[in-house]
Nanobody
Framework: QVQLVESGGGLVQPGGSLRLSCSAS????????MNWYRQAPGKGRELVAA????????NYADAVKGRFTISRDNAKNTVYLEMTSLKPEDTAVYLC???????????WGQGTQVTVSS
């Protein structure tokens, strides 16, 4: 069955860094756009970063440009989100999402909590 399993979240001080990972199984990983979303308490889900199947193109929300980097390793069926210069407003549950743009098939991970606080 399809699984997306996020890891790497935690508590970090403002200005710190974290690297999130999302390990995928049960589908052809390289055929899917991979996205990182986040959802803060009381707020809607926000697209943070996206990467195409080959990794050749990426896109970021304005709020994280220059601080976050999305990457993928298709040999390991894993997508990463490198987060630097973290701010308290980055606090949220971060969710991994896979999207097949031709068919619309899509899958969600369960999320990993990131808390930025002193």
């Amino acid at each position: 069955q399809v699984q997306l399993v996020e890891s790497g979240g935690g508590l970090v001080q403002p200005g710190g860094s974290l690297r999130l990972s999302c390990s995928a199984s049960g589908f052809t990983f390289s055929n899917y756009v991979m996205n990182w979303y986040r959802q803060a308490p009381g707020k809607g889900r926000e697209l943070v970063a996206a990467i195409t199947g080959t990794g050749g193109s990426t896109n970021y929300a304005d709020a994280v440009k220059g601080r976050f980097t999305i990457s993928r390793d298709n040999a390991k069926n894993t997508v990463y989100l490198e987060m630097t210069s973290l701010k308290p407003e980055d606090t949220a549950v971060y969710l991994c999402h896979a999207l097949q743009t031709l068919t619309g098939d899509n899958y969600w991970g369960q999320g990993t909590q990131v808390t930025v606080s002193s």
